[in-house]
């Protein structure tokens, strides 16, 4: 696939067979102030059908709050993840996501995922396997470092920061493409998350 293409099949409703960018994930985003009162936050709720492309081709980060689970998917969300990848990959549609819920901290910039974040983890996991196959397979190096800046960092602002238990193996595993010695099972599966999808995604062919 030409660089020119890229962005286009990262954002419209349409999925290419066979290619490692016809990944196109459906949101439903729900957005709340925490300025405002519980109830009224409820009833305030912001609907906004996004691309994943859509979402993170910017300059807006997201924390996964402390009270919030660390991350705990295994080697079947992983196995379905992918399965669910390659089969709407040859059909003409998209594949939705589900609904994932922010809290705005500062509009446009920084939200908070309250429900969701395992999904948005993986698939950061999924983009760092990506890129590194791309790599490995000498792909064209100005699309890889544009995924890098759309869904791992951009001018030095981390595009996911996991639960603060998390964050140095994530910070070394996905951020930075290093290795790092687990010390509790949510990193464990951080670091397999990763190995597993490089090893599917080696898989096969790039378009």
């Not at 957005?31 to 519980?38: Q, V």
Request: aromatic fraction near 12%; glycine fraction near 4%; charged fraction near 25%.
């Amino acid at each position: 696939m030409k660089r020119s293409n890229l962005k286009s099949y990262l954002t419209r409703p349409m999925i290419v067979c066979g290619s490692f960018y016809g990944l196109i994930f459906f949101l439903i985003i729900f957005e709340y102030s925490s300025s405002y009162g519980t109830l009224k936050r409820l009833f305030n709720m912001e609907f906004k059908p996004s691309t994943i492309g859509g979402l993170f081709d910017s300059k807006i980060s997201f924390t996964i709050p402390v009270y919030q689970r660390a991350y705990s998917w295994d080697k079947a969300n992983w196995s379905i993840f992918l399965e669910d990848i390659i089969e709407q990959s040859c059909r003409e549609n998209g594949y939705s996501y589900g609904n994932i819920l922010l809290e705005v901290l500062e509009e446009d910039a920084s939200y908070e995922i309250i429900d969701g974040q395992q999904r948005l983890t993986t698939l950061i996991i999924f983009m760092r396997a990506l890129i590194n196959v791309l790599e490995e397979k000498g792909y064209d190096s100005e699309v890889i470092a544009d995924l890098k800046n759309d869904y791992i960092i951009r001018k030095g602002i981390i595009k996911l920061r996991p639960v603060d238990n998390d964050r140095a193996c994530f910070d070394n595993v996905i951020v930075q493409d290093k290795e790092y010695k687990p010390n509790s099972p949510s990193q464990e599966s951080i670091i397999k998350a990763k190995d597993y999808v490089i090893k599917e995604l080696q898989k096969l062919d790039v378009e």
